[in-house]
Structures are given as structure tokens and as C-alpha cells.
Antibody, heavy 120, light 111 residues
Framework: QVQLVESGGGVVQPGTSLTLSCAAS????????MHWVRQAPGKGLEWVAV????????YQLDSLKGQFTISRDNSKNMVFLQMNSLRAEDTAVYYC?????????????WGQGTLVTVSS | QSVLTQPPSVSAAPGQKVTISCSGS????????VSWYQQLPGTAPKLLIY???KRPSGIPDRVSGSKSGTSATLGITGLQTGDEADYYC????????????FGTGTKVTVL
């Protein structure tokens, strides 16, 4: 069965960097687009970024361009989210989700999330 | 700020029906399929409806989806206490459909 396990979250100070990881299993990872979605405490879902199956195409929320970078390693069945210059408003649970097609598609299966807290 | 608008909350008694609307525009709902997600308290979202009205395996037929123009609707009949959750619509947005967007979310309360 599809399994997605996020890791790398924690408490970090404003202005620092953090990289989240998502380990995938139970499906053909190299054929699936992958998403990152976040949810601030008590708030709704916010799409962050998507990466196509081959890794050559990536798209992200306009407000996060230059700050967050999505990448993947198909040899290790993993997707990453590098987050720089973190701010308090980046505090959220970050979910990775498998897309329904090679070019992203809808987020279909979700991991349990990893909490990132940006605080001094 | 989300481009897809949902009512903040809906409620009904057990066994009754609830409908949740999702209002968008020609650049998102008007040209792309809509999905619906259920998020039970403290858990990750789960896909309930895709391609406007299709149910993934395991989702009961008392859950339905529809779309007309730039709006979509989720319906749940035979409401159960286990349906108490947050519900989100989602679809692609933009001229090239390269950005995914979620609705503002709706809290369903079973009275």
C-alpha cells in the first residue's frame, strides 16, 4: 500500500534553513508527481509545490519562489523541500502527497505530516 | 487567501444530508477537475472525490460530488458522527494549470 513518511521538522529560529524529507513506498515513485502541502495551526490547507516524476518540472506558490525549493531523488524514492529564510508564518504541518499523474495531478495519498515551528 | 470559497461551517442531525459549496472562477473550477478532501481531527487529509464526481475505492456512495460552471458541490447523505470533520475542495489554477489551490475549508458538525 502507498506509504509516505515525512521527516525533518522541528523548532528552528527565524532566518534559518531546514530541509524536509519524504520517504515513499508501495508505488512506482519514479512515475508519480509529488506535492508538498502545508497547514498552519488552526488554518486551512495551503499548496506549496509540485515536482513532476522526472524532476525536471517544478512549480510552487508564487509567494514562496526563491525561498522554498522542491526536489526528488528517484533512486531513493524520496522527495525534499528545502526551506530558507524561515519566518514565523512558515510555522505549519508540512505534508507530502503523491500526485495522480506523472505531471503532478491531484494530491491523492498523503503522509502524516511533519511539524515545523519557527520561533525565537 | 484562497481563490476557492467554501462556507465556514455546515451542520445537520444524524441521518440527514449536508451539502458543501465551493465557488471558484473560469481559471480554476471552470476548466479543471475538482477534488474533495476530508480531514478528521488530528489526521492528514484523505481524498473523497476526484474528477468532479468520482469516488476512490472505499468511499461509500452516500458521498457525492457535482460541478456546474465555476462552482462545485460535495454532498453527504445519511450523516454519521464519524463524518464530523473539515472538508476542502481543490483544483488546479492558472492559465497553464501549474498551481494547485484548496478551498477555504468547511467544518461539518453532526448535531
Amino acid at each position: 500500500q502507498v506509504q509516505l513518511v515525512e521527516s525533518g521538522g522541528g523548532v528552528v529560529q527565524p532566518g534559518t534553513s531546514l530541509t524536509l524529507s519524504c520517504a515513499a513506498s508501495g508505488f512506482t515513485f519514479s512515475a508519480s508527481g509529488m506535492h508538498w502541502v502545508r497547514q498552519a495551526p488552526g488554518k486551512g490547507l495551503e499548496w506549496v509545490a509540485v515536482i513532476w516524476s522526472g524532476g525536471t518540472n517544478t512549480y510552487q506558490l508564487d509567494s514562496l519562489k526563491g525561498q522554498f525549493t522542491i526536489s526528488r531523488d528517484n533512486s531513493k524514492n524520496m522527495v525534499f523541500l528545502q526551506m530558507n529564510s524561515l519566518r514565523a508564518e512558515d510555522t505549519a504541518v508540512y505534508y507530502c502527497a503523491r500526485g495522480s499523474s506523472f505531471s503532478g495531478g491531484r494530491p491523492e495519498y498523503w503522509g502524516q505530516g511533519t511539524l515545523v515551528t519557527v520561533s525565537s | 487567501q484562497s481563490v476557492l470559497t467554501q462556507p465556514p461551517s455546515v451542520s445537520a442531525a444524524p441521518g440527514q444530508k449536508v451539502t458543501i459549496s465551493c465557488s471558484g472562477s473560469s481559471s480554476n473550477i471552470g476548466t479543471n477537475y475538482v477534488s474533495w478532501y476530508q480531514q478528521l481531527p488530528g489526521t492528514a487529509p484523505k481524498l473523497l472525490i476526484y474528477d468532479d464526481n468520482k469516488r476512490p475505492s472505499g468511499i461509500p456512495d452516500r458521498v457525492s460530488g457535482s460541478k456546474s460552471g465555476t462552482s462545485a458541490t460535495l454532498g453527504i447523505t445519511g450523516l454519521q458522527t464519524g463524518d464530523e470533520a473539515d472538508y476542502y475542495c481543490g483544483t488546479w489554477d492558472g492559465s497553464l494549470s501549474t498551481h494547485y489551490v484548496f478551498g477555504t475549508g468547511t467544518k461539518v458538525t453532526v448535531l
